[in-house]
């Protein structure tokens, strides 16, 4: 049986909120009153940049750690490429993670490993280079004045 999880959304006077149900991040508010609409563009692609990177960067910390490697300053960066599909449809075409962290050399060799652990990606990077399955429901609901 999966696990599922689910997160909310909703939108009253122009702020975004996600409600995440995590202790660490219990919500995203994305406050849009004041700022002109062409400074909202790239929102959600910024986001999902930061769930990679956060997602890969932990991933690769957990890595280490469990292999009692002595290491510090992890950083990264996420690159995305926008372009068309061959449907003629705007889309994420491309994410390139780049990463650095600082190693003992004494445990050069145990990072070898684990960087090549690390090339299928993290669980929210592997399961977007493998595909998701999506399905959409749209449930709308009418009104009258």
Known sequence: MADTLTVSYSCKDDVHTIETGGAALPRVVVDNRGIPQELRAGTAKRLLAGASLYCYCTMLSA??????????????????????????????????????VRVNKRD????????????????????LHDGIATEYELLPTFFEE
């Open 63 to 100: 890595a280490l750690q469990a292999r009692d490697v002595d290491f510090d300053d992890v950083s990264a960066t996420a690159e995305l490429e926008m372009g068309k599909n061959e449907q003629g449809i705007n889309r994420i075409l491309k994410m390139t993670i780049r990463c650095s």
């Open 108 to 127: 050069e060799e145990t990072l070898r490993r684990v960087q090549k652990m690390m090339e299928h990606g993290c669980l929210v990077t592997g399961s």
